[in-house]
């Protein structure tokens, strides 16, 4: 029987746009307009066996990003579950799991301490992961003063370094210089050598997820549109996307 990591089923996530929800003077009237939902993800089901890298393609707004900040506690789901079979899990992603107004090393140890790690523990990491990010002095200011690329270097060498049991990388492949880039990358892949590590990535590059992938699963308007093989996947992705 295989090895299951990740279990997902039936999931689905609705957004309620601010600008259609009621005005308190709304709330006083017997009628009130009906607020619009957004189905960001629609009945979505699969399954990731431990070990094994999942690439996730689609479109700008066909719930990627969504499915994965779900998957590791950030949002509730509206239906369905997200089962991780008592795996730790990380979110690599730009924007996310930072408190803005204290200093990257600070956010370092408290990223560790949420992921269940001891303050000592994170300390004795700590070294490692300034190494790899790459970011000078800006390790001692507020991340509020971080550009993108800082805050996804910085968010790459917790993530990297802190090696959970599933990973998930949303975009940060892709930020950064070219050498920051190779170097992540080359990270990545020693990280997916280790059979016991689930990775499941977002990104834009097809010629990396076609390096990394085991399978691809195609997200479209919030429902799986084709899930397999990955060079497949891929190729029925692209003509789809130039038709």
């Known amino acids: 029987m295989e ?3 990740i279990e997902v089923k039936n999931l689905c996530i609705d957004y309620r746009p601010l600008k259609n929800l009621p005005s308190i003077k709304s709330l006083f009237k017997e009628k009130s307009e009906k607020v619009k939902i957004v189905h960001a993800v ?3 089901s699969f ?3 431990r070990g094994e890298i999942l690439g996730v393609i689609g479109k700008n707004g ?3 990003s969504t499915m994965l900040r779900a998957m590791a506690g950030i949002f509730q789901p509206d239906e369905g579950s997200i089962d991780l079979k008592g795996n730790t899990i990380s979110l690599m992603s730009i924007g996310v799991g930072f408190n803005p107004d204290v200093s990257g090393l600070k956010n370092i140890i408290l990223s560790g301490m949420l992921l269940g790690l001891s303050e000592q523990e994170m300390i ?3 070294p ?3 190494e790899f990010a ?3 002095d ?3 200011m507020p991340v509020r003063t971080y550009s993108s690329g800082m805050h996804s270097k910085l968010a790459f060498a917790i993530t990297a370094n802190l090696e959970t049991d599933i990973m998930l990388v949303d975009e940060v492949l892709s930020v950064g210089d070219e050498r920051f880039k190779k170097k992540s990358r080359e990270k990545m892949k020693s990280l997916i050598n280790d059979k016991s590590r689930t990775v499941i990535m977002v990104s834009h590059d097809m010629n990396t997820m076609m390096q990394l992938c085991d399978r691809i699963l195609w997200l479209h308007d919030g429902e799986i549109k084709e899930i397999g093989d990955t060079e497949k996947t891929i190729s029925d992705y692209k003509n789809f996307m130039n038709a």
Do not use: C, L, P, Q
């Open 62 to 64: 066909s719930g990627k």
């Open 138 to 140: 800006f390790i001692d």
């Open 124 to 126: 004795e990491k700590t």
């Open 47 to 49: 399954n990731v066996k």
């Open 42 to 44: 629609r009945d979505v």
């Open 3 to 5: 090895d299951i990591a």
């Open 128 to 130: 490692e992961i300034i």
């Open 134 to 136: 790459e970011i000078g």
